[in-house]
């Protein structure tokens, strides 16, 4: 996931000295805020009217007022005006141009009615989860400028790109753990808004660019589908094997439908194992919230087992008990999801506390969920796809920290695993 274009705890000593002969040629007194954001707009102008400027004679080949070399026919031809939108409000610049017309500048090209730090500031707020209705009533607010919801869409849109981009870009070979899950939004299809699932895939990767094991994490992918089953996951994890994955050693989610048939056609290998945590939250919501202390400490036995067999042991304790007896629903759910729970215990407690739960995950769909709430629903799955990308931009931005605990699983991997988890492609 790309860093945020701009950092608000960016380093304030990194910006550029100012020469203070320049700044004695704005200041004539003590200046109140707006004198001084007035100050600013004007250089910006000056300094982006300097460097179009810069550009022409890189282009012409001669600077102005220098003498025009003898192959050369083209020469300036004075200036266009522009307003322009900029992250200060608009602006109006003075564009050079030349004779014949072949001049075409990067900075603010042809025809641009906005400046790059205005478009980063609509997608900045559309990455927050702010309505385009909301968009358009802060830049009138900020800036007094009066944009149209097309103008935002387009500017928005710019991304979907790098959307693809990001989703179709090559991934490291081997994953130590890979978490999935999921969450509802609602979307725009023939006419009628469905409920769809939006799937993450997040993996703390065993290699990356040749630093072994480093334990950190990515976030692999983002599906959208209405519903799931085999066929979807076989989608996703050929998806996953064509972008460069061989191989994942641990796959944690919560009882998806159609998965362990797919991930066993894909990645044989792969150990699927059911999230715990989950499976405890879920036999809680069959209690009252008086029964969900003791009935937590009930199930405590099984999880937290030394082995599969003194974890059915526990289950079998369990279901025998007072509070077998009195949810039954309980131990039903645990029984069902026992294959995926088991290999659970096959695993050192090192590993154990990496795949005991899908929090990691759960926080960031906790984070897009925030985002996503304003919305009463996307028109399209693009449209979807682009807010979810941006705010998974902004949640990433700061990671690059190692999983808890990886340092104590990482060799416990490199025993369990050898040299499935050393390979590097």
């Known amino acids: 996931m790309p860093s945020r274009a701009k950092k608000v705890d960016r380093d304030v000593a990194k910006l550029p000295a100012i020469p203070k002969e320049l700044v004695?040629?704005?200041?004539?007194?003590?200046?109140?805020?707006?004198?001084?954001?007035?100050?600013?707009?004007?250089?910006?102008?000056?300094?982006?009217e300097a460097s179009l400027n810069a550009e022409l004679s890189h282009h012409l080949g001669y600077a102005p007022g220098a003498d025009k070399p003898g192959q050369v026919t083209n020469h300036r031809n004075g200036s266009t005006s522009k307003t322009v939108l900029t992250g200060d409000g608009k602006v109006l610049i003075e564009t050079p141009r030349d004779r014949e017309?072949?001049?075409?500048?990067?900075?603010?090209?042809?025809?641009?009615?906005?400046?790059?730090?205005?478009?980063?500031?609509?997608?900045?707020?559309?990455?927050?989860?702010?309505?385009?209705?909301?968009?358009?009533?802060?830049?009138?607010?900020?800036?007094?400028?009066?944009?149209?919801?097309?103008?935002?869409?387009?500017?928005?849109?710019?991304?979907?790109?790098?959307?693809?981009?990001?989703?179709?870009?090559?991934?490291?070979?081997?994953?130590?753990?890979?978490?999935?899950?999921?969450l509802r939004v609602k979307i725009r299809e023939d006419n009628v808004v469905r409920n769809k699932?939006?799937?993450?895939?997040?993996?703390d990767r065993a290699r990356e660019g040749g630093v072994r094991r480093d334990g950190?994490?990515?976030?692999?992918?983002?599906?959208?589908e209405t519903?799931?089953?085999?066929?979807?996951?076989?989608?996703?994890?050929?998806?996953?094997r064509t972008r460069g994955v061989l191989d994942i050693l641990i796959a944690v989610t919560d009882g998806l439908t159609g998965m362990p048939q797919a991930l066993e056609v894909v990645f044989p290998k792969t150990t699927l194992q059911t999230c715990i945590v989950h499976l405890i939250r879920n036999s809680l919501d069959y209690a009252s919230w008086k029964d969900r202390k003791p009935l937590a400490a009930a199930l405590r036995p099984i999880y937290a087992a030394a082995s599969a067999e003194a974890a059915e042991a526990a289950l079998d304790a369990f279901e025998a008990g007072e509070w077998g007896q009195k949810f039954p629903t309980v131990v039903a759910a645990w029984r069902r999801a026992w294959e995926q729970v088991i290999p659970f215990f096959?695993?050192?407690?090192?590993?154990?506390?990496?795949?005991?739960?899908?929090?990691?995950?759960?926080?960031?769909?906790?984070?897009?969920?925030?985002?996503?709430?304003?919305?009463?629903?996307?028109?399209?799955?693009?449209?979807?796809?682009?807010?979810?990308?941006?705010?998974?931009?902004?949640?990433?931005?700061?990671?690059?920290?190692?999983?808890?605990?990886?340092?104590?699983?990482?060799?416990q991997f490199a025993i369990l695993y050898a040299e499935r988890f050393t390979r590097e492609g």
């Open 24 to 48: 004695n040629l704005f200041l004539t007194g003590p200046m109140t805020g707006e004198a001084i954001n007035d100050a600013g707009i004007a250089f910006k102008k000056a300094l982006i």
């Open 227 to 240: 519903t799931e089953g085999a066929k979807f996951w076989m989608k996703v994890f050929n998806d996953l």
């Open 197 to 203: 699932a939006v799937y993450l895939a997040l993996g």
């Open 216 to 224: 950190t994490r990515e976030i692999l992918g983002v599906w959208i």
């Open 101 to 182: 017309g072949s001049f075409e500048p990067l900075l603010l090209p042809k025809h641009a009615r906005r400046f790059t730090a205005f478009d980063d500031s609509i997608v900045a707020l559309y990455a927050r989860g702010l309505t385009v209705r909301e968009i358009q009533g802060y830049l009138i607010e900020t800036y007094g400028t009066e944009v149209s919801p097309q103008l935002i869409s387009t500017v928005t849109d710019a991304v979907l790109s790098e959307v693809t981009a990001w989703q179709s870009r090559p991934l490291e070979a081997v994953y130590a753990v890979v978490f999935f899950d999921a």
């Open 346 to 411: 096959t695993f050192p407690p090192e590993i154990r506390r990496v795949i005991y739960t899908t929090n990691a995950i759960e926080s960031v769909n906790a984070r897009l969920r925030k985002i996503i709430k304003t919305r009463g629903h996307f028109p399209t799955d693009d449209a979807a796809s682009k807010l979810i990308w941006l705010a998974l931009r902004n949640i990433t931005a700061d990671w690059g920290k190692a999983a808890h605990h990886w340092k104590e699983a990482m060799n």
